[in-house]
Structures are given as C-alpha cells and as structure tokens.
C-alpha cells in the first residue's frame, strides 16, 4: 500500500516536469518568433540582386505595400544624393511597420535599407554574428555599425544613436564596389559644388564690396552695376536687391529734385526730360508721372495762353476771322479750352449783330435782359411798398426804353392821369437812377434797342370780422377770399375763440389778380365780461363761454329774484295789516303771515346775492383763463399790429 503511494507520487511529479519543460519551450519559441523580422538575410541578399520587377512581383506576393515611389532618403544613409530612384514598401510586424527601401539604377546594382523594430534588429544581427565573421565595428558620432563582407556583397548593420524614430534601425545591403564608385562619384561632386560655391562666394563679396565703395563715394550708377552682378550670383540674397533700391531711389530723387528745380524755373520740357530719367528707376513712379502730367499741362497752358493772347490781339484790331480760326487753334491744343469756345460762339454772334445793326433794332429785353430783369424788380419793390402802406389807389404809367446806335439814352415815360397816388413821377425818377440801364452793346460796339413797360394797377383794402364760439365760425362781411381760408387760420389756433378782424388787399396789375390777408384785430371774452354779470348774473357767463353756460345761473337769478322781492312786498303788506288790526286773533294771523314771508324773502335774497357774486368771481376767472389761451395770438398781433397770413407780391 505504501510502496504504491510512492509510486504515484513519483509518476506525478514526473509529467509535472515534462509539462514544465514543454511549456518553457513554447514560451521560448514564441519569444523567438516575435524577435525575427519578416525578411531574413537571404531574402535580403537576393532581393539585393533582383531587378526592379521581381523585387515587387515577390514583396506584392508577401502582401508589402508600396509607400511611395521616388522618394530618395540616401543623404540620411549615405551623406549623399546617389543617382538612384527609390521604391518604398512597408508591411506590420508585431506593432511595427517594417520598411524596405529599394535603391535601383538601370546597369548598377541595388542598395537596398531595411528599417526594423530594435528586437528585429538585434535578432538579425546576432544570427548574422553567428554564421559570418565581423568584417568592421565602429561608432560614430551618427551611428554605430556593424559590418560583414561575402564577395562583393556588404551587410551593414547600423544603429542611428540620436534618432528615435523608425529609421533608427536599418540592415544595408549593397554591392561594395559598386558602392564605392557611386560615394566617390557623389563626393567629386560636391568637392566640385563646394569649390565653385566658395569662388562664387569670393566673387559675390567683391562685387558687394565694390559696390559698397561706389556708393559711399556716390556713384550710384558703377554701385548698381557691382549690386547686379551680386545679385546674379546669389539671386535668393536680399542684400545686394536692397542696395540696388537704396541706390535707385537716390538717384530717383536726384533727377526728381532737378526736375523740380526746372520746373519752378518754367523750363517745363527741361524738367519733364528729369522726371523721365528718375522714371527709369521705377521708384515713386505714380509721384513722377503726376509730376509730369503736371509739367505737360504747363506747357500746354503756356501754349494755351500764346494762343489765346494772339486771339485776343486779333479781335482787337477787328479781324474777327483771323481771331476765329486762332482760337481754333488754340481748341486743337485743349479741346475743351472753354474760353475759345465761348469766344468762337462770341465773335461769331458779333459778326451778324454787326451785319444787323445797319438795319434793325433790338428788343432790349433780348439783348440786356439782366438789366431789364432788375429794372423791372425796382419798380415791383416800388409799388408792392406803396400797396402795403396805403389802403386803396391806382398807378397808371408807360416806360419806354430807348437806346440808339451810339448808346445815347433816349427813355422817357408817361404818367395816366388816373393815378391817384400823388408824386409818384419822383418815385418813379428814383427807380431809374437807382437801375442805371446800360445801353444795348456787342463787345465795344453799341446797337439800337427798345421795349416798352406798361403798367396798371389797381387796389382796394377791406375789412373782414368773423365771430368764433361754439356754434361755429360766423361773418356777415363779403370777401374776395374763399370763407374757408379764414375758417382754416381760425382752426388752426390754440386758441380758436373770440372775435378776428382781417384785412384783405385786392391788387390788379395789367389784368393778374393777388390778394393779400392780414389779421388786425382779435379780441376774446376776459374778465371784462363781469360788468355784463354786474347788470345780469348769467350774462358774463354766456360771454365767457361762447353760450355754453349762463342759462340756468340766469334763470335761477331771475326767479330767487322774483321770490324775495314777492315776498317783500308781500310781508310788508301782511305786516301793515298786522298793525291795523283791532283784535288779537287777526293781528296774530298776519303777524305770523308777515313773519314767513319776511323769512322767505330774506332766503331769497341771500340766494340771489350768492348767485350775482359767484357770477361776478367766476367770470373773472374764466376770462383771465381765455386771455391765457389766446396770449400768443394777442402778443403776436401786439408787437407787429397785423399778422400776415397771405401775401402775394406784384409781379410784372
């Protein structure tokens, strides 16, 4: 029983060791497993030697994914641009992206760089350790890189130290000769790029140099020929562009400033010559070509003025034709010159007035309609003021305007002797020498012109008064004025009630109608209106407001009146009896009789005292109130006396 328990221990531990053993060898395969890349130095090789085609036929296959195409990374791999073209796969392997880089040339052998994981990399490596023997180890400032050579062929394992990125780790694999050939080619050439950068370097300095004296001694133009010649060698250099603009823009102003010079001066042609030099440098050049502009306008005023001088001459002498065509001339200069035009259009019309002149006479009001407009206005001023201050009239007269060929007035006027307006022949004589009529003239000569005024005028003033209460807007008056114009200024008050007197002036002047309208005179129920509640309590009231109340305060005055001066004569007459009775029953009945009434009639009375002095108080009061309403109609009337509501002037 013992020995069998044993025996089963034994058995137990036994297959626990080998279940032990075979998972430690699994775990150690799979660690395996997960370090290896997913291309191994074979592949590599092969890969290596394999045209362009096989190449992405195989990694296709493999389900390698092209990254980009062209993109050539050997300045990171080799400090240099090899003339090579680059196809790039990239494929996942345990969260990482593997990538192979495929230098191909036609007729050179491939370089190919493989980028891997750190634990890829190291596994590769110590595989390669253990089948190859280390042709080189060594650590740069770069990378560190391990190297085996099998023929020709390199492996080259390297550790980019200060990268920690994917690029860190890269297996290359390349063909040594050949590869020695394209650093050698690549480093005579930029041995040769550093040489021909250094002379250029040389001789961009001393053409800046050069320049750089030119300037300080101001020859601008040798200094931007040195700065151009810098600038060709290093174009992307802004130093010698900026000194070539500092250089323009002297020498813009150099020219602009002798073109000034000139130009105050009057050499015009002189100074447009230096503003198109300064032009050449394109600096400021819309200034400059305003300066021009400028100056070529000055020459053309200049010729402008010859011109226009010349024509002036001409026509002085009364070479009418010859001045025409000068200044047509002077149009072909400026085209919208507006003094040759209006004196073309001038001479022209001169030309026939000089041919009608032996023959015809003008009508004044054609030839000097200014002079006769202000006339005209003097004599509308004139009647308008005698209108406005005398209350009817009538002016009737002839104004004959006459000028002959030598200008000599020959005006005269004739007064009808209708006129009422006395002394208006003075009035008349002031309006002339006040409008001092010039004679009829075409440049200096002079020509024969008449017109004729005639004037008649009538006017009468009368009064209009209309009454304004509650029951509406009244008159008895006529008027040549519409009732609704004076309703209208009635309405249009704060205060509409009360009594307005207007004045309406009817003129007529050679059968044209106005009229004017004025207020003169408005008056409203003050407190003045209280005398009438003196005579009668009720009426001040019915003045004051418009008829609205004072009936009822009236009646009721008239019959507290009527009571107490009835029942004074009615106890006075009971009291008489009460004093000739001769028993007592009587005497006590008409004592007791002329005692109510007494009474009565003190009650009355007292009402009727209550009501005439309310009345009397009330009245002042609302008066006082209507002057307040009205007290802007009243001022306004106060200060001018009338209030001009329309006022149509004289017009001839």
Not at 124 to 133: A, V, Y
């Amino acid at each position: 029983m013992i020995s069998l328990k044993t025996e089963y221990i034994r058995c137990f531990f036994s297959s626990k060791r080998i279940t032990i053993t075979l998972g430690l060898i699994i775990f150690f395969l799979n660690i395996s497993y997960a370090q290896a890349p997913l291309l191994n130095e074979n592949t590599l090789i092969r890969l290596q030697t394999n045209s362009p085609k096989e190449n992405a036929i195989f990694l296709t296959a493999e389900n390698w994914k092209t990254e980009n195409t062209n993109s050539s990374q050997s300045i990171f791999h080799f400090n240099y641009i090899l003339e090579y073209q680059t196809v790039t796969f990239e494929k996942s392997s345990n969260n990482f992206n593997e990538k192979l880089l495929v230098y191909y040339y036609s007729g050179k052998p491939n370089i190919i760089v493989y980028q891997i994981s750190s634990n890829s990399y190291n596994y590769l490596l110590n595989l390669t350790k253990s089948s190859k023997s280390i042709n080189l180890s060594k650590t740069t400032e770069k990378y560190k890189h391990t190297i085996f050579k099998e023929s020709n062929t390199t492996i080259e394992y390297r550790d980019y130290l200060n990268v920690n990125s994917s690029n860190r780790y890269s297996v290359l694999i390349y063909n040594q000769p050949s590869f020695k050939r394209e650093i050698k080619k690549s480093e005579d050439i930029e041995r040769a790029r550093i040489k021909l950068e250094t002379e250029k370097k040389s001789q961009y300095q001393i053409a800046l140099n050069r320049g750089n004296e030119f300037y300080a001694i101001e020859k601008y133009d040798k200094a931007i020929i040195e700065f151009e010649m810098a600038a060709n060698i290093f174009p992307a250099n802004t130093e010698p562009n900026d000194r070539i603009k500092l250089c323009k823009e002297v020498l813009s102003q150099q020219f602009i400033s002798k073109g000034n010079t000139e130009f105050k001066n009057f050499n015009y042609s002189s100074a447009i010559n230096f503003y198109n030099l300064a032009l050449n440098y394109r600096i400021n050049s819309k200034l400059i070509n305003d300066k021009i502009e400028d100056a070529n306008k000055k020459i053309r005023e200049t010729k402008v003025n010859i011109s226009l001088n010349k024509a002036i001459e001409l026509f002085e002498l009364s070479k009418f034709d010859a001045a025409i065509n000068e200044y047509k001339e002077t149009l072909k200069i400026d085209s919208k010159n507006t003094v040759a035009i209006t004196k073309i259009k001038e001479i022209t019309e001169l030309k026939e007035m000089l041919n009608k002149r032996k023959w015809q006479t003008f009508k004044y009001g054609n030839t000097n309609s200014q002079d006769l407009n202000n006339f005209k206005s003097n004599i509308e001023n004139e009647l308008n003021n005698i209108v406005e201050n005398n209350d009817n009239g009538k002016i009737s007269f002839q104004y004959k305007i006459e000028f002959d060929t030598l200008g000599i007035n020959k005006s005269s006027y004739e007064i009808e002797k209708l006129t009422t307006f006395k002394k208006f022949d003075e009035r008349l004589e002031n309006i002339i020498r006040s409008s001092d009529l010039k004679p009829t003239s075409f440049g200096k000569y002079k020509m024969a012109s008449k017109e004729l005024i005639s004037i008649d005028l009538n006017w009468r003033t009368t009064k209009v008064k209309y009454k304004s209460n509650l029951k509406g807007i009244s008159t008895v008056d006529q008027s040549s004025i519409d009732q609704t114009v004076f309703e209208n200024y009635i309405d249009n008050q704060n205060y509409k009630y009360g009594y307005f007197t207007f004045e309406v002036i009817d003129k007529k002047i050679n059968n044209t109608d106005y009229t004017d309208l004025k207020l003169t005179n408005y008056r409203v129920a003050g407190p003045e209106s209280a005398f009438l509640s003196m005579l009668l309590p009720g009426l001040g009231t019915l003045n004051v407001t418009q008829g609205q109340k004072g009936w009822k305060r009236f009646g009721l005055f008239l019959v507290t009146s009527g009571i107490s001066v009835a029942s004074k004569i009615y106890a006075d007459a009971q009291y008489q009896k009460y004093l000739d009775a001769q028993d007592y029953s009587s005497s006590e009945k008409f004592y007791k009789a002329a005692n109510i009434s007494h009474k009565t009639f003190l009650v009355a009375a007292s009402l009727s005292a209550t009501i005439y002095i309310h009345d009397i108080i009330w009245v002042i009061s609302k008066g006082n109130q209507n002057q307040k309403k009205s007290k802007n109609l009243r001022e306004e009337l106060n200060n001018n006396k009338s209030i001009e509501i329309r006022n149509q002037k004289i017009k001839l």
